[in-house]
């Protein structure tokens, strides 16, 4: 699919399908729009009147257009203009996107008012809307549906930002990976298939990258990662990938994602409630950290970036660990294992180790870390922890501009003491109240000094129901947040 910007006059634009973004209760045409009423006759105010369109946000209508230019006119609402915000713009855009392909518009014009929006900022969130809306993961399908598929996009009015375009479609093809490796099956997924991904990210983009086998991981002590590890029949991959640019970086970053490929629970097997067939997403931090990976290999910021993830299955063997084993971290912490279905943040804690013994300016972590996150900020919203208060508002910023919901949660560090161990340093849950603080509380243990921000993206990594440019499925969560928060 070809998107462009262009100059042309809407009563010039030829093509299957012509959409244009009205605000709420701002409907009084006027400039280019009035002209094309004209040229269609008035065809849009009727419209607008038979349908009682008020421009609210998301709404839509469309109708077909007799001996016009086009075939097709879709109207869609933009919200309020002073509330108008680039996710508004996002929405609308998958929005038109998915009533063209509906309505088998191979070409289509999309005008949408720039409002208090820069030109490039419009360009690249539309990009951004149509490109995600119309993703179709078709790998697993013996048949492929490519029905109503769109060849060319002209983005109206916005003509020279070839740039903002081709940066939304960079980061868009890093959702893309993300999107196919937490809707992939664990049997396709794996920590051998995990690491092949990045050497093939390496290779393309001239990334640095080191895998430490099991052998590596005993040799750093890594035995809260092994401890995870030990069920498994497939090897863990400890992954550490490396995004360097040409001269001096102008800071040095990095990003920690949670690798679960599956997490079946281990001893305290997940059961009832638990959609212990979902765990295949149990890597969502790991994917958007690739992900990630791959936009900025295309973008390619003047900014150094690692990418790690402790890479592992959870699963359940006469190799297992038992609850109330003991396991010692790389950093010489000791950790009494009261819940094997709290893996993610044994794997997480080496990996931050280490990360730390990189002398980055700031650490990253994402993960799927807890449910407890889930019933407090819903399937929608992430959560974000840090002690730091300028990392925090950085990835608050970016979430804002990337349309990726987050919330600040507190870092309560008294939480930490319903995890103390009478044998141990600490155990590896707390109190089942304040789940999700206590999670970050215990990761916050194995960093020191690094300013560190952890995000528990347990609900927003997949979507039962289509929701804007998300479908069913893997969202790709994460992606653009980090883009966002590592070029700023």
Request: proline residues 3%; contains cysteine; glycine residues 12%.
């Amino acid at each position: 699919m070809k998107v462009q910007g262009s100059a042309i006059e809407l009563t010039d634009f030829s093509g299957d399908g012509l959409a244009i973004g009205l605000f709420d209760n701002q409907l009084e045409l006027s400039g280019d729009i009035a002209n094309l009423d004209g040229a269609l006759s008035g065809l849009i105010k009727e419209v607008i009147a038979d349908a009682e369109f008020k421009g609210k946000l998301g709404s839509t209508v469309t109708t077909r257009v007799a001996g016009g230019r086009f075939k097709k006119l879709i109207l869609v609402g933009l919200g309020k203009a002073d509330q108008l915000k680039l996710d508004h713009i996002r929405r609308a855009a998958a929005t038109i996107a998915k009533t063209a392909r509906r309505e088998k518009c191979k070409t289509l014009g999309i005008s949408l008012p720039t409002g208090n929006l820069e030109a490039s900022n419009l360009a690249q969130a539309i990009t951004e809307g149509v490109e995600l809306a119309l993703y179709k993961d078709l790998r697993f399908k013996s048949e492929k549906d490519e029905n109503g598929k769109i060849d060319t996009i002209a983005l109206i009015g916005l003509v020279g930002q070839e740039a903002a375009i081709e940066t939304a479609q960079k980061i868009c093809s890093g959702i893309f990976l993300t999107r196919e490796l937490v809707a992939a099956p664990a049997n396709y997924v794996t920590p051998i298939t995990m690491a092949e991904m990045a050497q093939d990210l390496a290779k393309t983009y001239g990334m640095e990258l080191t895998i430490l086998e099991q052998e590596d991981c005993e040799k750093l002590g890594m035995g809260a990662f092994l401890g995870v590890a030990q069920a498994s029949d497939i090897p863990p991959k400890f992954i550490h990938l490396v995004y360097k640019p040409t001269g001096t970086p102008r800071k040095k970053v990095a990003i920690v994602g949670k690798g679960l490929t599956f997490d079946s629970g281990g001893l305290n097997l997940k059961v009832g409630a638990a959609s212990i067939e979902m765990m295949k997403t149990d890597m969502g931090g790991a994917g958007a950290t690739f992900g990630a990976a791959k936009a900025i290999g295309e973008l390619k910021p003047d900014v150094e970036v690692h990418f790690i993830s402790a890479v592992t299955e959870n699963m359940v063997s006469g190799k297992a660990i038992h609850p109330g084993d003991i396991l010692t971290a790389s950093n010489g912490k000791t950790i009494e294992i009261n819940n094997t279905d709290a893996e993610g943040r044994l794997t997480l804690a080496d990996a931050l180790v280490y990360t730390e013994k990189l002398g980055v300016e700031a650490i990253v972590d994402l993960a799927t870390l807890t449910g407890a996150c889930v019933i407090a900020l819903g399937n929608d919203i992430a959560g974000l922890w840090s002690p730091n208060d300028d990392l925090a508002n950085g990835l608050l910023a970016a979430s804002e501009t990337a349309g990726e919901k987050l919330w600040r949660m507190p870092m309560e560090e008294s939480y930490f003491d319903s995890m103390k161990s009478p044998l141990a340093d600490m155990k590896n849950t707390g109190a089942r109240a304040g789940g999700a603080i206590s999670a970050a509380v215990f990761l916050k243990q194995f960093v020191k000094d690094t300013p560190w921000a952890h995000l528990d993206v347990a609900g927003p990594v997949w979507a039962d129901k289509e929701n804007g440019y998300n479908g069913v499925g893997a969202t790709g969560y994460g992606v653009r947040l980090l883009v966002n928060w590592v070029m700023s």
